[in-house]
């Protein structure tokens, strides 16, 4: 600052000399036009004043830059103090909201919603001191106090065995314990390697909270004895495997409504490994690198009302090379789907379509994993539909522009079809 001041001074005292010296420039007293004529006595005089004349415009050249320079610097003073006061101002109002009558009445209900609303759009809330709900906590004792009083702030986690295992899972309950009795939404990513692990994973600290869970989404293998007697409050269940050997859990899930069972590595061959309440279910999402048709027929005839199925890859053709055993196609017949995705990564679409009847749907998605490489069951689909007598009222193809030829006939067939591609 002390810079600024002695710059605005340099300044001001330049403008004072240059006027004092601009006051010196008077003109001569001759009255003489370009034209008349100069007495040759008067020659000296007037080359004196060119000659007085050059060194002041000289002078006044130098006293210019000057002058340009010094503003020069002032426009630069003057724009940091523009943005400082920009930053002063910025407090100023900030601290002003923080204070109003209007923010410190606010109700404690009202301002935890709108924390609630500041929350990550993830269904499984990692921690970080820097995101919500835990910067909350570091704002000031109001807000802390809000937000360590706001149950669902705290009912979703996403867990990490092996962070856990450092502390006993000490982080992670404290998290949970101040959700109250809130149900819970928990993902547990079972990231520890147990190869050379001599003492068994404890984990049993884990066990209370699921059995608040109404989600629960649980990543890599399975603990053994873990899940017993304690998700009877689970309506919505995802598992991702490493391996297939392995879901079965032994308590009753009367909530059950929506599973997810996924696994990009490994292929489905049947149900003997997984054993869910598949009748509870309203919808179901199956995601494996291969999945036989007849393993999805089996789950479909299981499902007795679910209403919106996702599968992915079905494998309609078994191959030899990809394990997968080849059975008969079954009739398969349900009532209650009104939705179905289906991602195809091989051909044999059309024997599916001949053994499945769905009379509720209305909506049908199918993916072609290879662009255009499979014909188009046009004659199946047709004869599908037709047994089904369903609503159909979205058609949707991805990757396979066989099917364009046949819009015409299913239009009519199905007035007020809509067909995306």
Same mark, same amino acid.
């Given at each position: 600052?002390?810079?600024?001041?002695?710059?605005?001074?340099?300044?001001?005292?330049?403008?004072?000399? !240059?006027?004092?010296q601009l006051s010196?420039?008077?003109?001569?007293?001759?009255?003489?036009?370009?034209?008349?004529h100069?007495?040759?006595?008067k020659v000296?005089?007037?080359?004196?004043?060119?000659?007085?004349r050059?060194?002041q415009?000289?002078?006044?050249?130098?006293h210019?830059?000057?002058l340009n320079h010094?503003?020069?610097?002032?426009?630069?003073?003057?724009a940091?103090?523009?943005?400082?006061?920009?930053?002063?101002?910025?407090?100023l109002?900030l601290?002003?909201?923080?204070a109003?009558?209007a923010?410190?009445?606010?109700?404690?209900e009202l301002?935890?919603?709108?924390f609630l609303?500041?929350?990550?759009?993830?269904?499984?809330?990692?921690?970080?001191?820097?995101?919500?709900?835990?910067?909350?906590?570091?704002?000031?004792?109001?807000?802390?106090?809000?937000?360590?009083s706001?149950?669902?702030?705290?009912?979703s986690l996403?867990?990490?065995?092996l962070?856990?295992?450092?502390?006993?899972?000490?982080?992670?309950?404290r998290?949970?314990?101040?959700?109250s009795?809130?149900?819970?939404?928990?993902?547990?990513?079972?990231?520890?390697?147990l190869s050379?692990?001599?003492e068994?994973?404890?984990?049993q600290w884990?066990r209370?909270?699921?059995?608040?869970?109404?989600?629960?989404?649980?990543?890599?293998p399975?603990?053994?004895?873990?899940?017993?007697n304690?998700?009877?409050s689970?309506?919505?269940?995802q598992?991702?495997?490493?391996?297939v050997?392995?879901v079965?859990?032994?308590?009753p899930?009367?909530?059950l409504?929506?599973?997810?069972?996924?696994?990009?590595?490994?292929?489905?061959h049947s149900?003997?490994? !997984?054993?869910?309440?598949?009748?509870?279910?309203?919808?179901?999402?199956?995601?494996?690198a291969?999945?036989?048709s007849?393993?999805?027929?089996?789950?479909?005839g299981?499902c007795t009302?679910?209403?919106r199925?996702?599968?992915?890859?079905?494998?309609?053709?078994?191959?030899?090379?990809?394990?997968l055993q080849?059975?008969?196609?079954?009739?398969?017949?349900?009532?209650?789907?009104?939705?179905?995705?289906v991602?195809? !990564?091989?051909a044999?679409?059309?024997?599916l379509?001949?053994v499945?009847?769905l009379p509720?749907?209305?909506?049908l998605? !199918?993916?072609?994993?290879?662009?255009?490489?499979?014909?188009?069951?046009?004659?199946q689909?047709?004869?599908?539909?037709?047994?089904?007598r369903?609503?159909?009222?979205?058609?949707t193809?991805?990757r396979?522009?066989?099917?364009?030829s046949h819009?015409?006939?299913?239009?009519?067939?199905?007035?007020g079809?809509?067909i995306?591609?």
């Open positions: 600052m002390e810079n600024s001041n002695h710059t605005v001074w340099v300044t001001l005292r330049l403008k004072a000399d !240059i006027l004092v010196e420039l008077t003109p001569t007293s001759f009255s003489y036009r370009p034209t008349s100069v007495p040759s006595d000296p005089t007037i080359r004196a004043v060119v000659t007085q050059k060194s415009l000289a002078a006044l050249d130098d210019i830059d000057l010094a503003l020069e610097k002032l426009q630069r003073i003057q940091r103090l523009k943005e400082k006061r920009a930053i002063v101002q910025e407090s109002e601290h002003q909201a923080l109003s009558p923010c410190c009445l606010l109700p404690s301002l935890g919603e709108i609303r500041c929350l990550p759009q993830t269904n499984y809330v990692a921690p970080s001191l820097d995101e919500c709900p835990m910067v909350l906590t570091r704002v000031c004792r109001h807000w802390r106090a809000v937000a360590l706001t149950p669902r702030l705290w009912a996403s867990i990490s065995l962070r856990a295992d450092t502390t006993g899972g000490d982080e992670y309950k998290w949970l314990e101040k959700a009795s809130v149900p819970l939404s928990i993902r547990v990513v079972h990231d520890m390697d050379d692990r001599k068994p994973l404890s984990i884990l209370p909270f699921l059995g608040r869970c109404s989600d629960l989404w649980w990543h890599g399975p603990v053994q004895g873990l899940l017993d304690s998700v009877q689970l309506s919505r269940f598992v991702t495997f490493q391996k050997n392995l079965s859990i032994p308590s899930m009367p909530r409504r929506s599973a997810v069972l996924q696994s990009l590595t490994y292929d489905l149900l003997h490994s !997984i054993d869910l309440p598949w009748h509870q279910l309203l919808e179901l999402k199956i995601q494996f291969l999945v036989s007849a393993t999805f027929l089996q789950v479909i299981l009302q679910v209403q199925v996702s599968v992915s890859s079905i494998c309609a053709d078994a191959l030899p090379q990809t394990g080849s059975f008969p196609l079954i009739g398969t017949v349900n009532h209650s789907i009104h939705q179905l995705e991602n195809v !990564i091989r044999g679409l059309g024997s379509f001949e499945l009847t509720a749907l209305e909506e998605v !199918i993916r072609f994993c290879s662009p255009d490489r499979y014909p188009w069951p046009h004659r689909f047709s004869a599908f539909v037709t047994r089904s369903c609503p159909l009222k979205w058609l193809i991805h396979n522009k066989g099917a364009e819009f015409t006939e299913y239009l009519k067939m199905l007035p079809l809509k995306v591609m």
